[in-house]
């Protein structure tokens, strides 16, 4: 008989109910037995041979712990709105209906397509001779682009709703966020990651996973602010802030977009983070687990949306709105 991993090495024991991975969704499922992946080496990963609850038998499998996790609240709350997203992309394949008039409903499904009309430029190359023809070679493109992984992040409703009212503040109210924010995104992602690096077991690829994905969305969040995640009439709030950083005096030595910038602009990047991991080549099963991190934290930050993101926004005066429409 192989020899069995030590209690040590389990995060499950036989018979315990857990959520499980199949492709893109997380299933109720049963752990029915253990073993090490290399019955030779017992520093080896531990496998665990699964039952998916409502299943035959015929679709018991072994799975690395990578694909379970414990069968939680906020799990089950996790699986629930991943079945949820995906749902809703299968619908989008479906014929579509005329569109509403929904004023609403414009606003919430133009919020990232707005500000990326305003302020991207188009990064298609230009075609010499001697290459495919252009035709050709778009559509060697855009095959290659639809066949990297798709990272489909779940925003909760509560959030999509806050989204679509900072939409209205700023382009249709000609209002601002105050800034400095009162909970920057910083220190918005360090709170999140120390409450949740106690749920991890310390030194496990869980854990690491959560220090690199916090630690991935800050620079992230850097580097998109002025290029992707803010609206026109914003930019030249944006512009005055960044003199700020440049002299780098006072209170504003050493700081940056993180430093500043709150909760509604991150919402923004994770609106947008889909469009930015589409350009990167990360594979399949990397997608999966950020995919899964970056849900974790949004719902974390649904949750907490009260003491995170401002109440009131600030009316611009007319010199700024004048400046800002380049009058």
């Known amino acids: 008989m192989a020899p069995q991993p030590s209690a040590s090495q389990q995060a499950y024991s036989k018979d315990e109910r857990v959520l499980c991975f199949h492709h893109e969704l997380l299933y109720e499922a049963k752990v029915l037995d253990s073993k090490l992946s290399d019955p030779m080496d017992k520093k080896s990963l531990v496998l665990y041979r699964v039952h998916y609850k409502g299943w035959k038998n015929t679709w018991d499998d072994w799975v690395n712990q990578d694909r379970l996790r414990k069968l939680t609240e906020e799990n089950k709350e996790l699986a629930q709105n991943l079945k949820k997203d995906v749902d809703i992309q299968r619908h989008r394949v479906l014929p579509k209906t005329a569109p509403s008039s929904s004023k609403r409903k414009t606003a919430g499904s133009d919020l990232s397509s707005t500000r990326n009309s305003e302020e991207r430029m188009s990064s298609v190359p230009a075609i010499g001779r001697g290459q495919k023809r252009g035709r050709d070679y778009e559509l060697d493109k855009e095959e290659a682009f639809h066949a990297r992984p798709a990272v489909r992040i779940v925003i909760p409703d509560h959030l999509k709703a806050i989204l679509v009212d900072d939409w209205e503040n700023v382009t249709k109210n000609l209002s601002l966020v105050p800034l400095p924010a009162k909970r920057p995104v910083n220190d918005i992602l360090d709170t999140y990651f120390e409450e949740e690096k106690g749920k991890r077991r310390l030194g496990s690829a869980e854990a690491d996973l ?27 709030q944006f512009f005055d802030i960044r003199k700020l950083w440049e002299a780098a005096t006072g ?41 899964e991190e970056l849900a974790k934290m949004t719902q974390w930050l649904g949750k907490n949306s009260k003491e995170y993101f401002t109440s009131e926004y600030e009316s611009a005066s007319q010199d700024y709105i004048e400046k800002a429409r380049g009058v």
Request: contains cysteine.
């Open 210 to 236: 959560l220090e690199e994905v916090v630690s991935g969305v800050k620079e992230y969040f850097d580097k998109c602010l002025g290029r992707i995640l803010l609206y026109r009439f914003e930019r030249e």
């Open 251 to 291: 209170d504003w030595d050493g700081k940056g977009p993180g430093d500043v910038y709150g909760a509604e602009h991150l919402c923004r990047l994770f609106v947008s983070m889909p469009e930015l991991v589409a350009q990167t080549n990360m594979d399949l099963q990397a997608v999966n687990r950020l995919r």
